[in-house]
């Protein structure tokens, strides 16, 4: 049965959503052209899916998809900013977060759509009850040359499958990466934290280090945190974040939603300048540079996440646990690969 990419519900007055929104398709001058979508892996050997840009649609409620024209209208607002190098807000930013938050769930959903579940997952993060849940960031470069391109990495790899949490997006001359996970870099951050090894929530440090995540990108740009974190007062954490700390660094308490904060030169600041957010620029004013670390970004991530938390497997059947796990680590051999075929240039970005 086809289900509302957004409530998970039977439609109700079906309508279909791009989940490439219809007006980036149009900035990006693709309307009507066609795209690679990514490979069909019910059949042997996988087979490129290709079709139209505009074709790229999903069932959704009406009532559903009325509810995130808002959303829509703002980030479309915010990436034209963007690409003529206009400043932008805090709000403007949290903004964007979202919006890449409803793509990144949207292009999950299409995909396990597109290959008929190929895994066999329980589905339940549909894009109402997913959009800023967990911290997140997003790296930004640009180039200056006019170009009109839309394309998307990351999305259509079995790693992504498995955990959704990171992916690119390329925009006219708009480089835009993102990563979303639970507990990214709080405990850096200085707020309460999940600690692995003890298995329980941590008061805070109040105190941030730098940088917030260690490990540094190979995808350099203007990188933007904004930490999300669980207050409802029914889990029994609100008690670890009732601090004028985190309520100093935070938009909206009771939402559990940060401010934005920026990486600068040896320091992570709250953002507060309009145009900070625009990247120096490139050594070299290359497209396929940022490209190719671009997507190569995206598949060290992608393991990087893989490693770091692994799938909850709760819900499955033993001999379905070895499956994935055995899938898990295809998925990352299938990055590794990516990435070697970049560095040698035999991927086509
Ligand atoms: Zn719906």
């Not at 997140?136 to 959704?164: Q, T």
């Not at 029914?234 to 559990?256: A, H, M, Q, R």
Request: proline letters at 4%.
């Amino acid at each position: 049965m086809a289900k509302c990419i957004f409530c998970g519900k039977k439609p109700e007055s079906k309508t279909k959503e791009h989940v490439l929104s219809d007006w980036l398709i149009r900035l990006t001058g693709n309307k009507g052209k066609i795209g690679n979508f990514g490979f069909d892996y019910n059949v042997d050997p996988p087979k490129q899916r290709k079709f139209t840009f505009d074709s790229f649609t999903f069932p959704a409620c009406d009532s559903c998809n009325q509810d995130f024209k808002l959303l829509e209208k703002r980030a479309s607002a915010v990436i034209k900013k963007m690409i003529i190098k206009s400043n932008i807000s805090e709000l403007e930013l949290n903004t964007l977060l979202d919006w890449l938050d409803k793509i990144r769930i949207g292009l999950f959903l299409a995909f396990n759509t597109l290959d008929k579940n190929y895994i066999h997952f329980i589905i339940d993060n549909y894009i109402k009850h997913n959009i800023g849940l967990y911290d997140r960031m997003v790296i930004i470069n640009r180039i200056d040359e006019e170009l009109k391109m839309l394309s998307v990495r990351g999305c259509d790899s079995i790693a992504f499958r498995l955990k959704s949490s990171c992916f690119s997006l390329v925009i006219n001359n708009l480089f835009l990466f993102s990563y979303v996970s639970p507990f990214l870099f709080p405990r850096r951050l200085g707020f309460p934290f999940y600690s692995k090894d003890s298995s329980e929530m941590s008061y805070g440090k109040k105190r941030i280090m730098y940088p917030l995540i260690r490990k540094p990108f190979i995808f350099k740009g203007t990188e933007i945190y904004q930490p999300m974190f669980p207050t409802h007062s029914e889990n029994g954490l609100t008690k670890y974040y009732d601090s004028d700390y985190v309520k100093e660094k935070t938009l909206i308490f009771d939402k559990g939603v940060g401010k934005i904060f920026i990486k600068k030169e040896r320091e992570i600041s709250l953002y507060k300048n309009e145009n900070d957010w625009i990247p120096k620029p490139p050594d070299k004013n290359d497209y396929l540079d940022l490209a190719k670390n671009l997507a190569k970004q995206v598949c060290l991530t992608q393991n990087e996440a893989l490693k770091n938390s692994k799938p909850n497997l709760d819900s499955y059947t033993e001999e379905k646990k070895k499956e994935i796990i055995k899938i898990g680590k295809k998925a990352s051999n299938d990055n590794k690969r990516i990435i070697q075929m970049i560095d040698s240039n035999k991927s086509i970005l």
